[in-house]
Structure formats: structure tokens, C-alpha cells
């Protein structure tokens, strides 16, 4: 029987999981984390503190990571983090819904559900009165249906989840890798931005991403969270080759990119492939627009082409 004890984030009970270096928690609310206890542990002050914490301890463990070493100061940043909108959420709450209740006429009792501590992680919920709300955000969209204190999975709603699972992510992320660099900047701001949100996805670059923990794991976490990732090889980043096999290895879809008078010094294994060429940022936002609604299709904000 492993050692109980109660979690540093959320207070409830929580096994203790033995270590060589940090020691483990696994919560139900939370999920799996460790820290170091020489450096302390930063004081949750508020529901909303711990929601979000907790809520980021989840969303690193369905990407594959369990937390390490959680510092004061990795505390301090997560809660300043923005929180995910109601649609993504309800997006997370309906993923573990179907993985929980997909047999036919399986019934949901709200009431309950909303009490389930890992429902309220991976959604950010406060209290059960939070989750409630996400549920009517579920019911009002058509995923869920019923009367009362009872519902079920629509067809639109086990639908919704499998084209969620096949993304490998509750959110509509689009995971740009690319070269870093100034000249890069206008291609950014006028290019691969708008052309993303364009289809109708959320554009992220591990560099514009407020983070903690180190990058090469930051970057294969954001990766696993994204719907497809654009890659775009201009300056022959080695860091862009790495992070497009990546994806590829998950099977996610995979655009490359490269700037007109660079495509000549693609590496050859990739050659062959169908490149996304650009001379301005404008024909690159373009482009992009065209070929994600081509081969991911238009994302859920966006407008008729």
C-alpha cells in the first residue's frame, strides 16, 4: 500500500511515490509532480492559485512530463500564466467524458462529474460550480444531451472527442519551429501569424511562450499539444530538422516552409517533399491559410474561406 499523504497543490490525499532524488506525488486532482524539498515549497494562497498550478501539472503530464523539481519560483510563474478560454477547457473535460463514457447510452450524472477531482484539474476548475459551467458550455454546443441531473454523449459530442483524440490535443495549436533571428521578425508578425489564425488554429512559438523547466522539453511538450506543426526550414536551423521529426514521429502533420532563395539548400532527405515556398510574408500568410485547411482543415475560429 503506497505511503498517503496530502498534496502540497490541492490538499487532497495523495500517494507518496518513492525516489532516488525528489519525492513523487500522485493526486487525483493534480496528477504526477515531484520537488525538491531543500528549496522549500511556495504557499498556495488562493483557489485560484491552486487551480491553475494544478491545472498545468495536468496539462504537462497529457503531454508526457511529469513535473520535476516544482521551485518556488516555478510556482510563482505558472500562476501568473494565462488561463485557457471555456472552449478549450470544455474541450479537456469532454476528451476524459468520452474516455470515460463511451458506451452507448452510458449516462452522466452531472452532479457527480462535477465533483471528479481530475475533471476539475485538467479543466483549471476551482470547485465543482466551475466544471458545472463548462458542462453547459458541452450541453449548449450539442456534445452532451439529457434532462435534468442526467446526460449523455451526443454523436456530435463523440465526434467532437475523436477528432480531438486523432489531434493528439485538446487545443487548435498550431507549433511553429523556425529560425530566431530579426530578419525573421516581419515573416512572424505578417506571415505565419495571421496566415494560421487565418485556418482558423492558435500560432505558438516556444520563444513567445512564457515557460519553466528546460526548453527541449518544453518544445516536444508544446509539440505534442498541437494539432500540426509548420516548419519552416529558412537559415537550415538544426533545431527546425529536430523538431519536424518529432512531429512526424507522432504522426502528427508536418508543413514545411522555406524562403524562395533558400529552398536550393534544403537538406536532401527532405527534398522531395512539398515545400511551402515564399518570397514576402504576405504570399507566406497566404499560402499557409490555404494549405492547413488543404490537409489539417479550417480550425475551430475560423471564418468561411
Same mark, same amino acid.
Given at each position: 500500500?503506497?505511503?498517503q499523504?496530502?498534496?502540497?497543490i ?11 532524488f ?23 494562497? @488562493?483557489?485560484?492559485?491552486? +487551480?491553475?498550478?494544478?491545472g ?22 505558472? #500562476? ?9 477547457r470544455? @474541450? ?23 465533483? &471528479?477531482?481530475?475533471? =476539475? ?22 456534445c ?16 467532437a472527442?475523436? +477528432? ?6 485538446? @487545443?487548435?495549436q ?15 508578425? @505578417? ?5 494560421? =489564425?487565418?485556418a482558423g ?13 528546460? #526548453? ?11 494539432r ?6 529558412t537559415? =537550415? ?6 523538431e519536424?521529426?518529432?512531429? +512526424? ?5 508536418? #508543413? ?9 539548400r ?35 475560429? +475560423? &471564418?468561411?474561406?
Amino acid at each position: 500500500m503506497p505511503e498517503q499523504g496530502r498534496c502540497e497543490i490541492c490538499g487532497n490525499r495523495a500517494e507518496y511515490v518513492p525516489s532516488d532524488f525528489f519525492p513523487g506525488r500522485r493526486c487525483p486532482r493534480c496528477g504526477e509532480f515531484d520537488y525538491d524539498p531543500t528549496e522549500g515549497w511556495r504557499k498556495i494562497n @488562493s483557489p485560484d492559485e491552486m +487551480a491553475r498550478l494544478s491545472g498545468w501539472v495536468r496539462e504537462q503530464n497529457a503531454a508526457g512530463v511529469v513535473p520535476v523539481r516544482i521551485r518556488p519560483e516555478i510556482s510563482r510563474r505558472v #500562476i501568473q500564466m494565462r488561463l485557457p478560454g471555456l472552449r478549450e477547457r470544455s @474541450s479537456r473535460v469532454l476528451a476524459i467524458l468520452a474516455r470515460d463514457y463511451c458506451r452507448p447510452g452510458a449516462t452522466i450524472v452531472v452532479d457527480t462529474v462535477a465533483q &471528479d477531482p481530475e475533471l =476539475q484539474g485538467v479543466s483549471y476548475s476551482r470547485n465543482e460550480h466551475e466544471l458545472l459551467l463548462l458542462l453547459n458550455v458541452l450541453e449548449s454546443d450539442g456534445c452532451l444531451q439529457g434532462r435534468g441531473a442526467m446526460s449523455t454523449l451526443s454523436v456530435r459530442g463523440l465526434l467532437a472527442a475523436e +477528432a480531438l483524440g486523432a489531434s493528439g490535443s485538446g @487545443s487548435a495549436q498550431g507549433f511553429v519551429a523556425m529560425w530566431f533571428d530579426d530578419s525573421m521578425n516581419d515573416a512572424w508578425l @505578417s506571415g505565419f501569424e495571421p496566415g494560421i =489564425q487565418a485556418a482558423g488554429f492558435r500560432p505558438r512559438r516556444i520563444d513567445d511562450k512564457d515557460y519553466v523547466g528546460g #526548453i527541449s522539453d518544453e518544445i516536444m511538450a508544446e509539440i505534442r499539444r498541437s494539432r500540426f506543426v509548420v516548419a519552416d526550414y529558412t537559415g =537550415q536551423r538544426n533545431g527546425v530538422y529536430f523538431e519536424a521529426g518529432f512531429a +512526424a514521429g507522432l504522426g502528427l502533420t508536418v #508543413i514545411p516552409t522555406c524562403r524562395d532563395d533558400e529552398v536550393e539548400r534544403l537538406h536532401f532527405d527532405i527534398k522531395h517533399l512539398n515545400t511551402l515556398a515564399w518570397k514576402t510574408p504576405a504570399e507566406l500568410a497566404e499560402g499557409l491559410n490555404r494549405r492547413i485547411r488543404a490537409v489539417v482543415g479550417a480550425g475551430p475560429a +475560423a &471564418d468561411s474561406p
